[in-house]
């Protein structure tokens, strides 16, 4: 019992944070770099704070029909040591 409590404490600490969807308002969106601009929630996974900033679109293809102006909820990582957006959905 006590070894199985130590290596899921283990597993707690050594595992990164799940990326947690998170509100946002479009400010900007540039497809010909893969990037959009987001004014976002607390983003809990990668320490960050509320802010306004730009994020790399993990799939070119989210970008598509998106507008400044647009509510959306996204999940956010770092890939390849860049903050990218790995799922986005607009909010309802």
């Keep these: 019992m ?3 409590t130590a290596t899921l ?8 944070a799940a990326a947690q969807s998170v509100s946002g308002t479009v400010t900007k969106v540039d497809e010909a770099q893969g990037k959009l601009t987001i004014n976002h929630g607390a983003i809990k996974n990668l320490d960050m704070d509320a802010m306004t900033m730009v994020f790399r679109a993990g799939d070119p293809a989210m970008l598509k029909g998106l507008k400044a102006g647009d509510k959306i ?3 956010a990582d770092r890939v390849n040591g860049q903050i ?3 799922k986005l959905q607009k909010a309802k």
Excluded: E
């Design 73 to 75: 909820k996204f999940d």
């Design 2 to 4: 006590l070894k199985t």
């Design 84 to 86: 990218t957006v790995t």
């Design 9 to 16: 404490a283990f597993l707690m600490v050594a595992l990164p």
